[in-house]
C-alpha cells in the first residue's frame, strides 16, 4: 500500500449505531487530519494531529471522536449520528503542520 | 478572515485547449497549493509552491506562486478528457496556520 488509504470507502449506518472509521499513512508523515466534505461545500477540518497529540479540534460535536495511536494511524468514532453528517469524510497527512497535505480516498457516509 | 477565491464555478472548454485558472486572496499566502479532485474521490496534489514567483510545472500542468503572494495560477496545455474535475487551491498564511481551501472549480472537456 501506498499514500494515505482509508477503510471502508462506503459507510451506511442508522442513527443509533457505533462505527469507526479508519485511515493509514505510508508517507512517513508526522501530522494527520480529519475533513469533512459537504455537498456544494467548502471542505470543514475537523481534527489536526500533530506527532499524535491532538492539536486542533475545530468545534466538532462530540459525537464524533478521534483517536490517533500511532503516527501511522488514525481513526475517527462515530456514535448516535444524525442525517446531516451523511457526508465524505476524508483524511490526509502531512510531513508537519504547515506541508502540502496528501489525501486519502474517502469515506462516504450515509446516515439514515 | 482568510479566504481564497475562485471563480467561475464552472468552465467548460474543448478537448485540446489550453485553460487557465486563479485563485486569489486579499491576505498574503507563504504557501500555495493546487489539487484536483474527482466525484467520490479524495483530492489529489498536483502542484506545491513554496516561494513568491516560483513557476512550476507537471506534465501539463503549469502552476505559479505570485509575486505579490496573494494569488496563484495553474495553466493546463492541451486538455484531454481526463482532466475532467474539480480543481482547489489551498495555501497557508504562515506557521501554525491551518490549510485554508478555494471553493474550487468544475472543469468539463468536451471531447
Known sequence: ETGVTQTPRHLVMGMTNKKSLKCEQHLGHNAMYWYKQSAKKPLELMFVYSLEE????NSVPSRFSPEC??????????????PEDSAL?????SQDSTAAQYFGPGTRLTVL | GQQLNQSPQSMFIQEGEDVSMNCTSSSIFNTWLWYKQDPGEGPVLLIALYKA???????RLTAQFG??????FLNISASIPSDVGIYFCAGYTGAN????FGKGITLSVRP
Request: aromatic share 4%; glycine share 4%; hydrophobic share 30%.
Open chain 1, 54 to 57: 491532538r492539536v486542533e479540534n
Open chain 1, 69 to 82: 495511536p500511532n503516527s501511522s494511524h488514525l481513526f475517527l468514532h462515530l456514535h448516535t449520528l444524525q
Open chain 1, 89 to 93: 469524510y476524508l483524511c490526509a497527512s
Open chain 2, 53 to 59: 514567483g516560483e513557476l512550476t510545472s507537471n506534465g
Open chain 2, 67 to 72: 509575486i505579490t503572494r496573494k494569488d496563484s
Open chain 2, 97 to 100: 496556520s491551518k490549510l485554508t
